[in-house]
């Protein structure tokens, strides 16, 4: 158990709609990242954010959006979602604000847009 | 520039043997390389890293050679076991985030 939690761990929802996945990352973490895992595109980087601001963004579509909250825990939002963004949703956790830092994974959220 | 190739896609060891798998990246500015096992149902986990100031890095069984020159970097694991079954991911990044950039994994099986 890497100490980060990810809710929910299934979620199955229709084309157009919008939804939220939540990540509490381990005691004393600060940066919170999260990674999308598909099939035909593999593990990608989507957006880091340390201590409630955004540090870096990588392949992340307009349609998504995160934060991160004042108690650190942090929100990805998906909207007008497609077929495609059915994947495996990962975010980890770190302590500090750089790629050196040991990023610690949570569970994932199987998100399966039908 | 922001690929990393990744070889082979899925590998087959005897227990006791040596698994190896490459990567290899184009941007320069790269500067950590970081390599994570992933079992099935489970998120990846870090398993060694190393940054391009040094060719090599050990942690037990599992070795990183780095070649600067040439941008290439691999894993070796030593005296495979079946419990080292899972998918390998290479990926590297610059240190300050930016981008974590990810090979498309390698499968691998040890058979007992």
């Known amino acids: 158990d890497s100490g980060v939690t990810q809710t929910p761990k299934h979620l199955i929802t229709a084309t157009g709609q919008r939804v939220t996945l939540r990540c509490s990352p381990r005691s004393g973490d600060l940066s919170v990242y999260w990674y999308q895992q598909s099939l035909d595109q593999g593990l990608q980087f989507l957006i880091q954010y340390y201590n409630g601001e955004e540090r870096a963004k990588g392949n992340i579509l307009e349609r998504f959006s995160a934060q991160q909250f004042p108690d650190l825990h942090s929100e990805l939002n998906l909207s007008s979602l497609e077929l495609g963004d059915s994947a495996l949703y990962f975010c980890?956790?770190?302590?500090?604000?750089?790629?050196?830092?040991?990023?610690?994974f949570g569970p994932g959220t199987r998100l399966t847009v039908l | 520039q922001q690929q990393v190739k990744q070889s082979p896609q899925s590998l087959i060891v005897q227990k006791g043997g040596i698994s190896i798998i490459n990567c290899a990246y184009e941007?320069?500015?790269?500067?950590?390389f970081p390599w994570y096992q992933q079992f099935p149902g489970k998120g990846p986990a870090l398993l060694i890293a190393i940054r391009p100031d040094v060719s090599e890095k050990k942690e037990g069984r599992f070795t990183i050679s780095f070649n600067k020159s040439a941008k290439q970097f691999s894993l070796h694991i030593m005296d495979s076991q079946p419990g080292d079954s899972a998918t390998y991911f290479c990926a590297a990044s610059m240190n300050y985030g930016q981008n974590f950039v990810f090979g498309p994994g390698t499968r691998l099986s040890v058979l007992p």
């Open positions: 941007n320069t500015a790269f500067d950590y």
């Open positions: 980890a956790s770190s302590s500090g604000g750089r790629a050196r830092d040991t990023q610690y």
